[in-house]
């Protein structure tokens, strides 16, 4: 440090510079994805090879997932035609989920989703996803009807009012749904690595200063809790509104 | 809460955001070539306006 | 540090329209428990609460980009 003070964590903590060799696919966030992918699939791999009528301790964590993701997601919202969007629903629950709780699991200690390439991706997999749905079932033309088109309003209001859920539905909703997954993670894992520098740099200064130290580094535990639910609950709003708009597509008319 | 008011939660969060990008947009544009600065200010209350009308349109009126 | 004071204007002023979004909330699902049956003439009362709450927050995030 070339002048003394306090420096406070910024975007340039997330950027990582590759682990070995020269490749971008190298850096610590891609890699931890590429574990997530290994994990998730090893244990629900493990958890359904020896499916019984008694189910192992293994078994029923994993089949409590599923039907969390079955029945609370894809049922409650979907409806009937829920079935075919469960494998879909549930990739996308349990990558998300795992990715974010790598920000608190101790030596990973980085939510992959806090790069706001991976919820980008994930969004312009699900935008195709549910768009295609709808065209299908739909048909293009009635489609973009039914959006811009209301019954019910006066019609020099359509001016207005066209533009407007033609905008929502081609570029607010994918973006708000990939910036909230990205901000809540960023904005979480800013806040511990705050609290966590922050002790360690009260630790190396004046002896009374030292108990302020102690309490940073509880509130960065504390913290780590109040995160986990946070990393649980944005992957649970995420698949949930996946569902919803999906359903939506699937709707008569909305 | 329910999915439904989940739902109707981000729809109406999506519409305010598309109303004021939407008309805040046109309205830089029409100041950037008119070398005015007011019609940022209009566009704002056009783009309001417009999404609280749709708002009542779609989740308030209907349900009555 | 460095950066720009209109988005710690907009962080100042998305406390009032974050406190009253969960005072609203607040009062709808007290009121929904209370009286499950209100819930159709509630639900309509909470939403506009809410769009009128929430124009402010977005409000204040466009000025904070358009005001130099």
Sequence with gaps: MSQPGFEPPGSG??????????????????????FSVILISTFFIISSRKAAVVPSKLQFAGESIYGFVRDGIGKDVIGHEFQRFVPF????????????????????QFPTMSHIGFPVSITIFVYLVYHYVAIK?????????DMCFMPGIPKPMYVLLAPLEFLTYFAIRPLTLAMRLFGNMFAGHLLLMLFTLGGEYLLGSAWFLK?????????????????MGIQCLQAYIFTLLVALYIAGALADEH | MSSSEESAFWTILSYLIAGLILWCGIGLLVDHFLKTNFFVLIGMAIGLGSSLYLIWVRFIRIER | M???????????????????????FAAYISGVARQPEARSILQPIAFLGFALAEALAIFGLVLAFVLK
């Design chain 1, 89 to 108: 629903l549930f990739t996308i629950f349990t990558f998300i989920l795992t990715n974010n709780l790598f920000g608190i699991i101790p030596l990973m």
């Design chain 1, 13 to 34: 903590d997330f950027v990582f510079t590759p682990i070995f060799g020269n490749s971008i696919l190298a850096t610590k966030p891609v890699l931890l994805l590429f």
């Design chain 1, 137 to 145: 079932k739909h048909g293009l033309g009635k489609y973009l009807k």
């Design chain 1, 211 to 227: 108990i302020f130290s102690a309490i940073s580094f509880s509130l960065a535990i504390g913290l780590s809790f109040f995160e």
């Design chain 3, 2 to 24: 460095t950066g720009t004071l209109s988005i710690v204007g907009f962080g100042l002023s998305t406390i009032g329209p974050g406190t009253a979004t969960g005072l609203i």
